[in-house]
Structures are given as structure tokens and as C-alpha cells.
């Protein structure tokens, strides 16, 4: 059975840093795009960071410049690199895979739990 697990969320203050990790198991990685969403309380859950199986990367408008997503296929594991943050990136995070591997907002064939981000002086 397919399975995402998402780690690396906590707490940061604003301008600081934090990196989230989702290893995947259970579906073929490489040929699958991933990306990560994230959510507040009462809003609608919302792309942040993509990446095609081809390493092709799509970013929304919002952390372009702050954040970074990489994957590792050897290690089945997305990256999400997350620099200067700000009050506003509070949120759970979730990892998710779309089996077409071109896709760039992926539309959830998988999901992994969360993971929260806080940030907070």
C-alpha cells in the first residue's frame, strides 16, 4: 500500500529556516510527480511547490524566492527547502504524488499526514 510521510515541520522565527522531508514507499517515485500543499484552520488547502518526475519545478507566487523543491530518487524522497520565513507560511503541510508525471499541480493520487509549521518570534 502506497504511503507518504512527511517530517522536518516545527517551529521557526520569522527570517528563519526549516526543510520538510516525505519519503515515499509503495509507488514508483521516479516516475511520479510530487508536490506539497499546505493548509490553515477554515481555508482551502493550497499548492506551494511542485516538481515534475522530469525535475521540471512550478512554485506559487507566494514562496518564489523563499522556498526550494527538490527530489532524491534513490532515497523515494521530495524535499521542500524553506528560507526566510514568515508569519504568514503557518500551516500544515502535506505531501502529495500524482501518478502523471508531467503534472505540476498534482492532483493527490497520495497523501501523507501533514506536518506543522510554525512561525513565531
Known amino acids: 500500500q502506497a504511503q507518504l510521510v512527511e517530517s522536518g515541520g516545527g517551529s521557526a522565527p520569522p527570517g528563519g529556516s526549516l526543510r520538510l522531508s516525505c519519503v515515499a514507499s509503495?509507488?514508483?517515485?521516479?516516475?511520479?510527480?510530487m508536490g506539497w500543499y499546505r493548509q490553515v484552520a477554515g481555508k482551502e488547502r493550497e499548492l506551494v511547490a511542485a516538481?515534475?518526475?522530469?525535475?521540471?519545478?512550478k512554485y506559487a507566487d507566494f514562496v518564489k524566492g523563499r522556498f526550494t523543491i527538490s527530489r532524491d530518487n534513490a532515497k523515494n524522497t521530495v524535499y521542500l527547502m524553506m528560507n526566510n520565513l514568515e508569519f504568514e507560511d503557518t500551516a500544515s503541510y502535506y505531501c502529495?504524488?500524482?501518478?502523471?508525471?508531467?503534472?505540476?499541480?498534482?492532483?493527490?493520487?497520495?497523501w501523507g499526514q501533514g506536518t506543522q509549521v510554525t512561525v513565531s518570534s
Open positions: 502529495a504524488s500524482d501518478s502523471v508525471g508531467w503534472r505540476l499541480v498534482p492532483q493527490g493520487d497520495y
Open positions: 509503495g509507488i514508483i517515485f521516479s516516475t511520479n510527480a
Open positions: 516538481i515534475s518526475a522530469g525535475g521540471s519545478t
